[in-house]
């Protein structure tokens, strides 16, 4: 069952200039799909796409049925979104009242939020830090809070725009966990990226843009071949003609 169906989505910017050209997608519930392209190609505006954050100018956005432009408000509770830059995310003085803005917002109850909010940073390995103010933490650490505050929306699907970005490799790795972990617990997981060494070992498909059109959509082992065509680094393995691993092997 489609989680999420975009058919014909055009958009295009104040100045004109055109973000995304007839795309038609569709994603599976509970799938893991890899977006990939060069800057530019418009992952990041498809991404706004899914809970409103911009909107059509023609074509349609549903998610789980509900077009995004009749109800965004309601479809922003099915989608969770982790931007690129962690720091535009954080709105709380602690790491508590950060994860709890959300649910807050929610009008639930001081038990629920409190639920969530613990729930959700013991997802992500930052219940130790409930009192540290978020500008603190790392660059990782900062990313996982950023899932955690999604996470306590309760949201369906998980969509993560460059999640690796400006992280070492330590950082990486535990990114990269809580999102397979998220996964693993029933989440429709999409993210972008523009390196896909670090996670299509585990995607279910890859999606190459460009030009703000879709420009391939199939299995990563259909692809990989044939990414560098489009504008993305093959992996490593690929170039040298072997099977790519996790990272968390």
């Known amino acids: 069952m489609n989680i999420i169906e975009i058919e014909d989505l055009c958009h295009r910017f104040a100045d004109g200039t055109s973000g995304l050209q007839h795309v038609s997608l569709t994603i599976r519930r509970g799938e893991f799909a890899v977006l990939a392209g060069p800057n530019g190609s418009g992952k990041t505006t498809l991404l706004k796409h899914l809970n409103g954050l911009l909107l059509a100018h023609s074509g349609t956005v549903r998610v789980g049925g509900i077009p995004v432009d009749r109800d965004p408000v309601g479809v922003r509770q099915m989608v969770g979104m982790v931007f690129q830059d962690a720091d535009s995310q954080i709105v709380g003085e602690t790491v508590y009242e950060d994860v709890a803005f959300g649910p807050e917002n929610l009008l639930l109850s001081a038990q629920e939020v409190d639920r969530r909010v613990k729930q959700s940073l013991a997802a992500v390995e930052l219940q130790v830090s409930v009192d540290q103010s978020p500008h603190t933490l790392s660059g990782g650490e900062k990313r996982r809070l950023a899932i955690a505050g999604v996470l306590a929306m309760a949201p369906q699907v998980i969509v993560l725009d460059e999640p690796f970005s400006d992280l070492d490799y330590p950082a990486t790795v535990q990114v990269l966990k809580q999102i397979l972990n998220l996964h693993r617990n029933g989440h429709t997981v999409l993210l972008t990226t ?45 170039r040298m003609g072997l099977e790519v691993e996790s990272w968390l092997s």
């Open 194 to 238: 523009h390196d896909l060494e670090k996670v299509i070992a585990h995607a279910d498909r890859l999606i190459l843009l460009r030009d703000g059109r879709v420009a391939r959509s199939d299995l990563p082992a259909n692809l990989l071949k044939e990414t560098e065509a489009f504008g993305v680094r093959a992996p490593c393995a690929t």
